[in-house]
Structures are given as structure tokens and as C-alpha cells.
């Protein structure tokens, strides 16, 4: 039962482009969310959030936007740079109880 | 500054036999988390702890036990291990319940 998907496993963008991650989930109970980051051999890394009160939360070159009625949030990188280039993982979480992760996205930033 | 550290970073076991991966935080965090991360799935929550002393069980914990003996350390045991364990193991803090993580680099199990 995979209550948060990510559908693309993998994404390509060129350097200086706009990356956009989607995630999707199911449960309309999820209040809060997540992006991490990973890169090969080494943990995930929190990169940015978003509570189910707000529809943006923006941090330097990153943007995570929400669309509850569509069970739908994206993150956005802008402009993406090769160092980006990472697994990108979303997670949500309900009153801080339990958290369910996707299954990750892979992006290449190709200079 | 370590963050989350965990030992051992890669193993190899048999069917059948048993090992203990150690997880070390020194954020002075309440809480602590096992998860495992298997292809194209995301990571699943295997057990949790909300304090010293204290254990719960997530999402995926059969075939697995863990402690809390000190605020710093969880430990997760294999008592007998399968080839379906076969997968990477991280260990992860938070300041609050289930807020945002700090992971540990992760420990690559496989079992033969």
C-alpha cells in the first residue's frame, strides 16, 4: 500500500534549466511533507517542507508547491545546476505520526 | 559535529545467522528510527523509539528487535537472518516526532 508515489523514477534537465519533481499521494489526511536529497553511498539529506495550511513554501532555488485537491506536490529547481543531480525523495506525514516516503526520483543535471 | 553514524557501513551474512547494526547520534535527539530502502520503493519504517528505554514498531518490523538502553545509541538485531533482509539499512533522529530527519550514511546488508 504505497500511499506516496513518484511516478517518474528518472528525470534529465540541462544546467540552468527548471527541474520539476512530482509526487502524489493518496491519503487526504497527510498534513505535512518533505523533500529529501541523496546522493550515492550517503543518507538522505533534508532539503525543504510544506504544511498542508500553506500552497508554497520557496528556499533560495528551491520551490515546493501543493495541490490538495489534487493529492498533488511538485518541487522545483531553479536553475538547476549539476551539483543537483541526486535521488529526490518526498515524504508526508499525519500529526506527526508515522512517515511514508515515495520510492524516489533520480535527477541528472547535464552540464 | 557527526550527526547520525552508523556502524557497520556494509556486511555479509548467512542464512540464518545473526548481527546487531549500531546507530549513534549525538544531537541529543529523542528520537530515533530504523528504515530500510529497497529498488523502487521508498524507505519503510522498520521500528522507532520516542525516548530512552522506549520502542515501537513501523511499518515493516518482522524478523527484526531493537533497544534503547542509552539516549544516543539504537540498536537493530537480525536474530536470523533471510535473504528477504537483503537491503540498505538507515538510521535516522529527529528533534521532534516524525519532523525532519537527519539520516545516517547507511549500512548495505546482504544475506546469502
Known amino acids: 500500500d504505497q500511499q506516496v508515489k513518484q511516478n517518474s523514477p528518472s528525470l534529465s534537465v540541462q544546467e540552468g534549466r527548471i527541474s520539476i519533481l512530482n509526487c502524489d499521494y493518496t491519503?487526504?489526511?497527510?498534513?505535512?511533507f518533505l523533500w529529501y536529497k541523496k546522493y550515492p553511498a550517503e543518507g538522505p539529506t533534508f532539503l525543504i517542507s510544506?504544511?498542508?495550511?500553506?500552497d508554497k513554501n520557496e528556499d533560495g532555488r528551491f520551490t515546493v508547491f501543493l495541490n490538495k485537491s489534487a493529492k498533488h506536490l511538485s518541487l522545483h529547481i531553479v536553475p538547476s545546476q549539476p551539483g543537483d543531480s541526486a535521488v529526490y525523495f518526498c515524504?508526508?506525514?499525519?500529526?506527526?505520526?508515522?512517515?511514508?516516503f515515495g520510492a524516489g526520483t533520480r535527477l541528472t543535471v547535464k552540464p | 559535529n557527526a550527526g547520525v553514524t552508523q556502524t557497520p557501513k556494509f556486511r555479509v551474512l548467512k542464512t540464518g545467522q545473526s548481527m546487531t547494526l549500531l546507530c549513534a547520534q549525538d544531537?541529543?535527539?529523542?528520537?530515533m528510527y530504523w528504515y530500510r530502502q529497497d529498488p523502487g520503493m521508498g524507505l519503510r519504517l522498520i521500528h522507532y523509539?520516542?525516548?530512552?528505554?522506549?520502542?515501537a514498531k513501523g511499518e515493516v518490523p518482522d524478523g527484526y528487535n531493537v533497544s534503547r538502553l542509552k539516549k544516543q545509541n539504537f540498536l537493530l538485531g537480525l536474530e536470523s537472518a533471510a535473504p528477504s533482509q537483503t537491503s540498505v539499512y538507515f538510521c535516522?533522529?529527529?528533534?521532534?516526532?516524525?519532523?525532519?530527519?537527519?539520516f545516517g550514511q547507511g549500512t548495505r546488508l546482504t544475506v546469502v
Open positions: 535516522a533522529s529527529t528533534p521532534g516526532q516524525f519532523t525532519e530527519a537527519f
Open positions: 515524504a508526508a506525514t499525519i500529526n506527526n505520526n508515522d512517515m511514508r
Open positions: 523509539s520516542v525516548g530512552e528505554g522506549t520502542t
Open positions: 510544506i504544511s498542508s495550511i500553506k
Open positions: 544531537m541529543n535527539h529523542e528520537y
Open positions: 491519503n487526504s489526511m497527510f498534513d505535512y
